[in-house]
Structure formats: C-alpha cells, structure tokens
C-alpha cells in the first residue's frame, strides 16, 4: 500500500514508473477499474481494508 503526503499529488503513471525501477513488471500490481475505464475505489477499499481477527 502506498500513503502519499498530506498535499501531494501522484499520478499512476508516475507511481508505476517508480516502481517498475526496483521490481520485475510482472510484480506491479494493476487498480481495478469500472466500465468506463475509472479506479473503482470500493474495491481498492476492500482490498486494503484492514481486517480483524479475534
């Protein structure tokens, strides 16, 4: 997971490049996104939600 800065700004393309510097492509992990091309954030939610377990 990535936290970015209070009051920066990073694009995929950006965040994707720096990773593809240090690890293989095959590693980089791809957003999931709706019909219309957007991020579906619910599921990147999901995805990084912190679980509990008791």
């Given at each position: 997971m990535v936290v970015v800065a209070p009051g920066a700004m990073v694009t995929e393309d950006e965040l994707r490049e720096h990773m593809l510097a240090g690890i293989a492509r095959y590693k980089v992990p791809t957003l999931p996104r709706n019909a219309t091309g957007k991020i579906n954030r619910a599921q990147v939610?999901?995805?990084?939600?912190?679980?509990?377990?008791?």
């Open positions: 939610e999901l995805a990084t939600a912190p679980t509990h377990r008791g």
